[in-house]
């Protein structure tokens, strides 16, 4: 009796150890480890294909001394562009060197371009600081409601970039987003292709922005993936959306296919609750001839 009570507690704690063990394993590589997620669009507007890399809500984060881990990562991909979907700082910390020096070291692999999330907002309020002007003495192109014509691998295309929801135009009632419309029908009035880096993804995933705008393909973050992600569940939480969001990554299109949203769970966290199976991810985007 006493060898059969001994034999029920240790088969206890041997459960109780691997479940530590489990949390403990899945808590650390949501928070040190890197992955590579690879999408392909097509598109009869594109002529010559071309390679995007999209970093998205670093938040401070460091993976390896000076982020040495995730550059070489990203430059094993061969992009043609790198793009930054914003949060890159982390706006509880007046601290930008890390942001900066990533962007220094992204510039030796790909011309780099920055667009705007709400920590860069929040920071710039809450440091009196300009983050355009850092970020472009690192070497980056700011696009914050504004664009640029450029060539990537000889396919022409329109890059944007803008920090906010970008309703459909019937919603926008607000100063503030009447100001995102205005941006968006200059944007996507062009025969090129069209990238838009936009941070917040809700409108573009329930709010019918996909369809209303005319924009190819639009690359977002913000959501952390829902931050703890289920097994057949998805994201636990994640702004905007609430509790239990769904499968908050990957590739959302519009209701004929047409255009398509990008979204990435990102790389860093500022979420109270700690990213817990959720690897941090860079995202790969090919973009090819229909």
Known sequence: ????KHKNQMVVIIIILLILTGIITGLLRSKYALSTSFYCIRSEKIESAFRILQI???HNSEFGEDNKRLVSLSSEQSPDLILITGDLVDYHSDDSGIADSLIENLTEIAP???SYGNHEVEYEENYNADLTELYEAAGAVVLE???????????????GGIYGYCLPDELATTEERLQESDFLYEFQDTDLYTVLMCHMPVCWMN????DDWSVDCVLSGHVHGGQVIIPFIGGLYAPDLGWFPGKLEGLYYSSDGSKVMVLSRGLGSTEVIPRFNNI???VVVDFIPD
């Not at 009796?1 to 059969?4: A, K, T, Y």
């Not at 409601?145 to 890059?159: A, C, F, G, H, P």
């Not at 709010?207 to 996909?210: A, T």
């Open 112 to 114: 780099v371009y920055v």
């Open 207 to 210: 709010q019918g922005s996909l």
């Open 145 to 159: 409601k504004s664009y640029t014509d450029i060539s990537v691998n000889r396919q022409e295309i329109r890059l």
């Open 280 to 282: 941090p991810e860079i």
């Open 1 to 4: 009796m006493i060898c059969q």
């Open 56 to 58: 998205t809500d670093l």
